[in-house]
């Protein structure tokens, strides 16, 4: 399936809920309900820590952190046509009006370009449980103009990056500006707001073997090399560590973890339960989504 029009939204999870609760209730509650809603092509959480490391993107001269910036994930959302986004949005009030119970903001950028998978040595299309590679997000603001930012990423510094061995996956999402005009999901009681450096951002996500291939690349010449060309077109910018990586639903069908829950997908995975993944058991929870 070609994913023709597709998203990216930023999470904030409620600071009176627990970063467990907070990440169980987000994989096993919203996600398999999401993932059930019609016209869904593609539906990937990706979970943040906060509290990784201090070295996840050194900043050139010249660039600053975007301030009071701190997210607890990432979700890429995809549809095959624009009557499939339709008929997600008609049936989707049920989605929003859950996200009161965990996320205090959320941001979704439209991304008219898609998505720009320009290296990916991973097999994690289907990734489902804690991140094994060294993945961040990170999230650039522009100096000069968002055309701008959006050329030098795609053009020069993601290509750079992804010439490099021991980086193992860029994909890179070019990010409408985001508008702060009240338009947007009918979730109660969740801040949809973005501030001026927020409003315009160019995404890119970058995976390496381990923490290690991060520092050593970092301290490379290929990548000192790209430090002053940052500077002339990155304003502000932060990354984000990934916790994991959940998806729900590919290529317009249901995973395991869509269908069944992300941590019972898991298990069957762990515990090589090759009984549960047979047309005959998946049909029982399917026939039970149709008749609710």
């Known amino acids: 399936m070609t994913i023709t029009l597709n998203s ?6 409620r ?8 990440a169980h209730y987000w994989r096993d509650v919203h996600g398999p309900l999401c993932s059930r809603l019609p016209g869904l092509g ?13 070295h996840l993107w050194p900043l050139a ?31 989707s009030p049920i989605l929003f009006s859950d996200e009161q119970n965990m ?12 998505s720009t998978m320009v290296v990916n040595r991973l097999a994690d299309e289907r990734l489902n ?36 061995a021991s980086v193992l996956k860029v994909q890179v999402h070019l990010c409408a500006p985001f508008q702060n005009d009240g338009n947007h999901p009918p979730a109660p009681d969740v801040a949809h707001t973005a501030t001026q ?19 050593r690349f970092f301290e490379g010449q290929a990548f000192k090399r790209t430090l002053a060309d940052q500077a002339r077109h990155i304003g502000s910018l932060k990354a984000f560590a990934v916790s994991g990586v959940y998806s729900y639903v590919v290529d317009g069908e249901m995973t395991t973890a869509g269908l069944r829950g992300s941590r019972a997908a898991e298990l069957i995975e762990y515990l090589g339960a090759i009984n549960q993944l047979e047309s005959e058991v998946e049909a029982v929870f399917k026939n039970v989504e149709a008749a609710g």
């Open 197 to 215: 450096e927020r409003a315009e951002l160019v995404i890119m996500e970058v995976a390496f073997g381990n923490p290690v291939a991060r520092r």
């Open 8 to 13: 990216y939204t930023t999470v904030k999870r």
């Open 42 to 54: 593609l539906y990937i959480q990706h979970h943040f820590s906060r509290t990784q490391d201090a």
């Open 129 to 164: 449980g804690l991140d094994h590679a060294d993945r961040i997000h990170v999230h650039m603001s522009p100096r000069q103009s968002l055309e701008d930012l959006q050329a030098y990423v795609r053009d020069k510094l993601a290509p750079t990056l992804a010439q490099d």
């Open 103 to 114: 996320f205090d903001e959320t941001l979704a950028y439209d991304l008219p370009q898609g």
């Open 15 to 22: 600071e009176r809920v627990p970063h467990a609760i907070f």
């Open 61 to 91: 001269e010249g660039v600053g952190e975007i301030a009071d910036y701190e997210l607890d994930g990432g979700v890429e959302i995809g549809f095959k046509s624009a009557d499939q986004q339709a008929r997600f949005k008609q049936a």
